[in-house]
Nanobody, 125 residues
Framework: QVQLVESGGGLVQAGGSLRLSCAAS????????MGWFRQAPGKEREFVAA????????YYAHSVKGRFTISSDNAKNTVYLQMNSLKPEDTAVYYC??????????????????WGQGTQVTVSS
């Protein structure tokens, strides 16, 4: 059974940084894409960033490009999301998710089969 466990969320002031981690277990992920999504109160879940398990391909939402960096440590089966220059509008629950790389689109939540429980990120102004 695939398990994804996020950590690293918290409260930070605008302009600050946080690093989220997603520990994956339950299978070999070499054919999988790992993604980060977020959902703010009253809003739909939105794509943030994605990475192929090899790390050779990365994708970002326009709103976070240049501020967020997604990376992976295959030895630890862990994906990271380094978030810099945080803004109040980045406040949301952040979810880690995974899908087979050949399935669907990296930017669509419906393409992802497995999800973590989420971690809250709050950015104060």
């Amino acid at each position: 059974q695939v398990q994804l466990v996020e950590s690293g969320g918290g409260l930070v002031q605008a302009g600050g940084s946080l690093r989220l981690s997603c520990a994956a277990s339950g299978r070999t992920f070499s054919s999988y894409t790992m993604g980060w999504f977020r959902q703010a109160p009253g809003k739909e879940r939105e794509f943030v960033a994605a990475i192929s398990w090899s790390g050779s391909s990365t994708y970002y939402a326009h709103s976070v490009k240049g501020r967020f960096t997604i990376s992976s440590d295959n030895a630890k089966n862990t994906v990271y999301l380094q978030m810099n220059s945080l803004k109040p509008e980045d406040t949301a629950v952040y979810y880690c998710a995974t899908k087979l790389s050949v399935v669907g689109s990296y930017g669509l939540a419906d393409s992802y089969r497995y999800w973590g429980q989420g971690t809250q990120v709050t950015v104060s102004s």
